[in-house]
């Protein structure tokens, strides 16, 4: 019994022992069993998040490092920033140099995360090599649609070799003009009868022709046979009132001013600036050429060039001739206003439902030349009125003799004007072929149309890119080569920026057709305009280097992928 009592008493103190052992160890201090406060744990939190936030950041921007110095501080950092995470993680390191397999370092804790993270760094993993997509084979365009396109000015297809001397069927240029426009000159004559027995009469008559068809020199020929009564007020001259002069901003072929992938919609649309433009009253756009009237005295007034102004300063001219016939009591009783130009400068009056008034539309017929004697004619004509010499005559006399297609682009007065002017000379003497005539011949049109209207001429080569897309689109022609458009047709290219970077531009067809000098508006109905590109091997050339050109830049690139990836099946 005493022992089992001294069992229990020595059970009993040592519990009391224990339990005195563990107050001890509560109460005296110990490093290891240190609790943080919870402010140092969101300290520790912010500067771990903001440094590992920071690396991450120059991580993402994708932009090279330089100094490899940098990328040490950026590793340490970062091995910190993660140390600081576990910091409040208790641990240990040990570090033991007499191991016979090297050294052994054992860690635990915010230490042990310091080490793992700065030794054991990830390797940088190499990007994978992407395999380019080959480039796709460009659709080439048949040229056979519009290879056959009836020539305008032509009586036959093709001037016939034999009738090399046949007598030319007139003396003048301005007799092959009236054969053609033989219900203008009847209604002409009529007026004047009309005028000379005091009769009255205010109406306006919209003529139109092809660029360079001769209507200008039809004009100024009946200014010489009756000086008093015709009176000529050329709106070229005022272009600086009535026109955008800095077009090509609207154009803006490139995309640097308006930014890459924009949409221009040039060309001298409504939606271009200035959105207003006018024009002055017709009393006072006489003044301006000092044209005087008497109200006794019959008058006709010719007012040209209605193609060559702002679009919208066009339909103000013809509003107010409109208006001025109708109301100004200071005009002539017998007052007759010819206007003239192209289609396109008569097509925003004629598309307008709000314009009641339209009289109908006189169109001039080009001269027909059926042998080279007439061609002679011509050059007669042109020696007159230009500083040529007699081989320059004989040039153009050969070259249309033995080519068809220079025989049709005579018909365009400006044309055999510019052929003749030495250019034909330079062809036969290098024996130019038949595509750098082509070329050169458009090169004379654009020449002659950015003089005219302001557009860009041969040297854009994004401008022809831009025409020969067109051309590509449109080979849905009939016999005489006109194809249907829409307003709101466009067409996109690719061109380059200042930047030399590729964008993608979209130009409105209608317009750029319109102003181009290289196709010509049917005047039949403007509110659906048609368009045919002239002379008629126009169309085909345009394809055809469209082809060509597309063809070319397709070989480079496939040429570039096979040096890089092999050959393409």
């Not at 640097?256 to 207003?276: A, D, I, W």
């Not at 301006?288 to 919208?312: C, G, M, Q, R, Y």
């Not at 001739?321 to 002539?332: G, I, M, T």
């Not at 970077?501 to 109905?525: C, I, Q």
Request: contains cysteine.
């Amino acid at each position: 019994m005493k022992k089992k009592k001294s069992d229990s008493t020595n059970e009993n103190q040592s519990t009391e022992d224990q339990q005195n052992s563990e107050v001890s160890t509560e109460s005296s201090p110990n490093r290891n069993s240190y609790v943080p406060a919870l402010w140092e744990k969101i300290v520790a939190a912010v500067c771990a998040v903001s440094i590992i936030s920071f690396v991450i950041y120059l991580a993402i921007r994708n932009e090279p490092i330089i100094d490899p110095n940098v990328v040490i501080f950026f590793r340490i950092c970062l091995s910190l920033a993660i140390a600081i995470v576990g910091a409040v993680i208790p641990g240990f390191l040990q570090i033991d140099f007499t191991s016979p397999r090297g050294i052994i370092i054992r860690a635990g804790g915010a230490l042990a995360l310091f080490v793992l993270s700065y030794i054991y760094t990830p390797t940088v993993i190499k990007p994978l090599k992407l395999i380019e997509s080959p480039p796709k084979e460009p659709e080439i365009i048949d040229t056979k649609p519009v290879s056959k396109i009836k020539p305008i000015g032509l009586k036959k297809p093709n001037p016939n070799q034999n009738d090399s001397n046949a007598k030319a069927k007139h003396n003048s240029f301005e007799e092959y003009l009236a054969e053609t426009n033989k219900q203008f000159f009847d209604e002409f004559s009529s007026l004047i009868q009309e005028s000379k027995e005091g009769n009255k009469k205010r109406e306006w008559k919209p003529i139109v022709a092809a660029g360079g068809i001769g209507k200008s020199t039809l004009f100024k020929g009946l200014k010489k046979k009756y000086p008093e009564l015709i009176h000529i007020v050329k709106l070229d001259n005022l272009k600086d009132e009535m026109d955008l002069r800095d077009i090509d901003d609207l154009i803006d072929i490139g995309g640097t001013k308006k930014g890459p992938n924009s949409t221009m919609l040039g060309f001298g649309t409504k939606e271009q600036s200035p959105s207003v433009q006018n024009s002055p009253e017709l009393s006072e756009l006489l003044e301006k050429f000092n044209i005087k009237l008497e109200k006794d005295t019959p008058a006709f007034i010719v007012i040209d060039s209605i193609d060559e102004i702002h679009p919208l300063s066009a339909e103000s001219v013809l509003r107010k001739v409109n208006k001025a016939l109708q109301s100004d009591e200071n005009l002539p009783d017998f007052c007759y206003v010819y206007i003239v130009g192209r289609p396109e400068g008569f097509a925003g009056y004629y598309k307008d439902p709000n314009f009641k008034i339209k009289p109908e539309i006189y169109e001039i017929s080009f001269p027909r030349y059926e042998t080279i004697q007439d061609v002679k004619v011509l050059t007669k004509f042109l020696e007159d009125t230009n500083d040529i010499t007699k081989k320059d005559i004989n040039s153009l006399i050969n070259l249309a003799d033995n080519k068809p297609f220079v025989f049709e682009s005579i018909h365009i007065l400006s044309i055999a004007a510019d052929l003749i002017r030495g250019e034909a000379q330079t062809i036969l003497e290098k024996q130019r072929n038949n595509e750098e005539i082509h070329s050169k011949i458009l090169n004379q049109i654009l020449a002659r149309n950015s003089l005219s209207h302001n557009r860009p001429n041969s040297n854009r080569s994004d401008y022809i890119k831009l025409l020969e897309e067109i051309a590509s689109k449109y080979t849905d022609v009939d016999e005489n080569g006109f194809f249907q458009v829409e307003w709101s047709d466009q067409v996109e290219i690719e061109i380059k920026n200042d930047n030399n970077k590729k964008v993608f531009l979209k130009y409105e067809v209608a317009n750029t057709l319109s102003r181009s000098g290289v196709a010509y508006m049917n005047p039949v109905d403007l509110r659906n305009p048609r368009f045919r590109f002239l002379p008629s091997w126009l169309h085909e050339h345009l394809v055809s280097s469209r082809n060509k050109r597309v063809k070319s830049e397709y070989e480079k690139l496939k040429s570039e992928y096979e040096k890089k990836y092999g050959r393409i099946n």
